[in-house]
């Protein structure tokens, strides 16, 4: 008949407007919990690379002196979770192969590093002329500036992401602003890293522009202007 109510057709229609909700919900759940591990995964590689940089920066060879150069062995930096990172989070491509090379290369330098230390700050050393025998203090600046961009990328990624600004207050803290370094400097080492050391292409996305060789000349530039500032405003204008 014509006004029969197919009741089968019906009920076959709501249980596949259902099993399409469950799986919206089930697709919706799993994207969130994955977007949660990448959350964590990220955070806990920028507090990993703050502590590295606090360690190390604590420990710059021509503040501490001789006798505690062998403290450099003890802020050797550690890169369990940016490695957790790379094997647990779909990072672009260009990120992903740059840190895989930055974390291998950056151990080969604590390596070099070693090998100083092994020479001019054995137990029991104490010769204050050995420190500047050596390319130490260059060593140790190189391996800051490193540490600094490991920070900036994964910060940078998280951004990308919309992840907030995860470890935002660090922006505070000087041991995780570019220091200034002579003209050209951080350009000549970008370059000797891709000759001699076969360096993957810096990450091009729009997130990683600001961990540039450029972009962080230009804001260590802007931080000694601004310390300048600040001790003019203390000191007052020139006398005479």
């Not at 550690?78 to 974390?103: C, M, N």
């Not at 076969?198 to 530039?221: E, K, L, N």
């Amino acid at each position: 008949m014509s006004g029969t109510i197919d009741w089968t057709a019906i009920a076959t229609f709501a249980l596949a407007l259902v099993t399409a909700a469950l799986v919206a919900v089930t697709v919706w759940s799993r994207r969130a919990e994955a977007r949660g591990r990448d959350a964590v995964a990220l955070r806990a590689a920028v507090y990993e690379q703050l502590e590295n940089l606090r360690r190390w920066q604590r420990r710059e060879p021509v503040r501490i002196g001789q006798d505690q150069l062998g403290t450099l062995r003890d802020a050797g930096p550690s890169f369990d979770q940016i490695e957790r990172l790379i094997g647990q989070v779909a990072l672009p491509d260009d990120l992903g192969v740059y840190l895989v090379w930055l974390v291998g290369d950056t151990r080969r330098a604590l390596e070099h590093i070693d090998e100083t230390l092994d020479r001019v700050a054995p137990p029991g050393s104490h010769d204050p002329a050995a420190l500047s025998a050596t390319n130490l203090q260059d060593d140790w600046e190189l391996l800051l500036d490193r540490l600094q961009v490991f920070l900036c990328l994964i910060q940078a990624e998280a951004a990308r992401r919309h992840f907030g600004s995860v470890g935002a207050q660090s922006a505070a803290l000087s041991w995780t602003r570019p220091r200034s370094r002579p003209p050209g400097r951080r350009a000549m080492n970008r370059l000797s890293e891709e000759i001699y050391l076969q360096a993957p292409p810096f990450p091009a996305g729009r997130a990683s522009i600001r961990c540039s060789v450029g972009a962080r000349d230009a804001a260590a530039a802007r931080i000694e202007d601004a310390r300048a500032a600040q001790s003019a405003a203390i000191l007052g204008p020139p006398v005479g």
